[in-house]
């Protein structure tokens, strides 16, 4: 719906534009959906605006209402610029979070692969009891790397959850 008030908004202020060249010999020509064709003679507008309320313009002059719809576009520029350096924001923060998400599920494989390894040094030890001092150390580096590991995945997910929250953000805006 913005859309075709913004389209509208930009046909009105073409048609206007022509219309101010021409040395206040223009009129205002709408359209109908029905063929039902309305001119308005220059100076007879008081204000043109959207059924819905959103948009107004009003003037003495088609030459006021020219310099209100002016400004307006300008708004209209300042917004664009301003969602296309939102929508940049975001595309960015989604590459961010595939990458982050990509190395979470990397580290969930090294802690699965850690995790079996130290099970098979604890079957080891409880097979032989000659190599016990030995695994257990090793159950000890295994350990502080699924530390570290869940350490760093924590850090990985709460980042991923950061992200998402400044996507989500940049979205509802």
Not at 153 to 161: G, P, S, V
């Amino acid at each position: 719906m913005k859309k075709t008030i913004l389209m509208s908004l930009f046909a009105t202020l073409l048609s206007v534009f022509t219309a101010s060249a021409q040395s206040n010999t223009y009129s205002i020509i709408i359209k109908m959906q029905n063929g039902t064709v309305f001119t308005i003679g220059p100076n007879e507008a008081d204000s043109i605006y959207f059924d819905d309320g959103k948009l107004t313009v009003s003037g003495k002059s088609i030459e006021a209402i020219e310099e209100r719809v002016g400004i307006l576009e300008s708004a209209v520029s300042s917004v664009m610029a301003i969602a296309t350096k939102n929508s940049n924001d975001i595309n960015e923060n989604k590459k961010d979070i595939l990458s982050l998400s990509g190395q979470t599920n990397k580290l969930e494989k090294e802690q699965v692969e850690v995790k079996r390894d130290v099970q098979n040094a604890l079957d080891i030890a409880n097979s032989n009891s000659t190599i016990i001092g030995q695994i257990q150390q090793i159950i000890e580096v295994f350990d502080s790397k699924i530390t570290f590991l869940e350490q760093d995945n924590k850090e990985l997910k709460a980042k991923i959850e950061t992200l998402e929250k400044i996507v989500s953000d940049l979205q509802n805006k």
